[in-house]
Nanobody, 121 residues
Framework: HVQLVESGGGSVQTGGSLRLSCAASGYTYSTYCMGWFRQAPGKEREGVAAIDSDGSTSYADSVKGRFTIAKDNTKSTLYLQMANLQPEDTAMYYC????????????????WGQGTQVTVS
């Protein structure tokens, strides 16, 4: 049974920082691509960042230079360090896993967490 549990969301002022974490269990953590997605009210879910099994990364243009994705294989934990947050970053953030190859396409992922809310004002 695969479980992804996000944490670290919250409310922050414009220009602030947050670090999201995603703890994975029941999953061959290091084998597949993992990613972060977000969904703002009234909008479709979009890919934010992804990291493949070899450590290669991909970012949405809107977050390049501000967000950093990383993983700790020893802790089976995925991270998203977010800096210089803007109001348009306000969304529910989801951890996803199980993609074969580096991708920001939602349909490529098999497993999803419940999400953690990020609010920037």
């Amino acid at each position: 049974h695969v479980q992804l549990v996000e944490s670290g969301g919250g409310s922050v002022q414009t220009g602030g920082s947050l670090r999201l974490s995603c703890a994975a269990s029941g999953y061959t953590y290091s084998t597949y691509c993992m990613g972060w997605f977000r969904q703002a009210p009234g909008k479709e879910r979009e890919g934010v960042a992804a990291i493949d099994s070899d450590g290669s990364t991909s970012y949405a243009d809107s977050v390049k230079g501000r967000f950093t994705i990383a993983k700790d294989n020893t802790k089976s934990t995925l991270y998203l360090q977010m800096a210089n947050l803007q109001p348009e970053d306000t969304a529910m953030y989801y951890c996803a896993a199980g993609a074969s190859g580096l991708t920001l396409s939602e349909s490529d992922y098999t497993y999803w967490g419940q999400g953690t809310q990020v609010t920037v004002s």
